[in-house]
């Protein structure tokens, strides 16, 4: 039981590429997210997804986009990244409206 | 709509020190409350969490939080303090029937020898 998962760990880009951030998690929860963590701003919510083919704009999703693949899976894609966009980007899920589970991050910086 | 604030960005501690970091919360609709701690260079995980019942709850590691409905408030609280407990802490409120939780700004925890 692996729980949610994240990759990549790591990834710098220059300004202008794109990337995909892929989260799975084996819990057979419902309910993913994907935030971005930036110091003394806590976590703002970019999109979630309350179920598998629903997905709903968060808090701060300018510049991104989501694909919620199946129960199991929800990617993240920057089309053409900003230097604004560097952060610490988590993935979460959650069964009902309880704890969340989160993954390890990945840590994004754009150039 | 719901908010949460953290009323400490930063709570310097020595050892075996008692310790405890605020919460406030607003919200139109009934929430739950959860605790999280953040280790450096980590997820988020949970530390405790109120749903029903006593207000009076206890997670791992010896931390308690009390959840006040009259101040909407939901304190976490340990007795005594170990290094290891240098963290960031983040509070959270979720409505009931489900949807997005919202996230305090975080207290950073230093425990210091």
């Known amino acids: 039981n692996a729980g949610v998962t994240q990759t990549p760990k790591f990834q710098v880009l220059k300004t202008g590429q794109s990337m995909t951030l892929q989260c799975a998690q084996d819990?057979?929860?419902?309910?993913m997210y994907w935030y971005r963590q930036d110091p003394g701003m806590g976590l703002r919510l970019i999109y979630y997804s309350a179920s598998e083919g629903t997905t709903d704009k968060g808090e701060v999703p300018n510049g991104y986009n989501v694909s919620r693949l199946n129960k199991r899976e929800f990617s993240l894609r920057l089309e053409s990244a900003a230097p604004s966009q560097t952060s610490v980007y988590f993935c979460a899920s959650t069964r009902t409206a309880n704890e969340q589970f989160f993954g390890p991050g990945t840590r994004l910086t754009v150039l | 709509a719901q908010s949460v604030t953290q009323l400490d960005s930063q709570v310097p501690v020595f050892e075996e020190a008692p310790v405890e970091l605020r919460c406030n919360y607003s919200s139109s609709v009934s929430v739950y409350l959860f605790w999280y701690v953040q280790y450096p260079n980590q997820g988020l995980q949970l530390l405790l969490k109120y749903l029903s019942g006593s207000t009076l709850v206890k997670g791992i590691n010896g931390f308690e939080a009390e959840f006040n409905k009259s101040q909407t408030s939901f304190h976490l609280r340990k007795p005594s303090v170990h290094i290891s407990d240098t963290a960031e802490y983040f509070c959270a409120v979720t409505p009931t029937n489900a949807g997005k939780s919202t996230f305090g700004d975080g207290t950073t925890l230093t425990v210091k020898p």
């Open positions: 819990m057979n929860h419902n309910s």
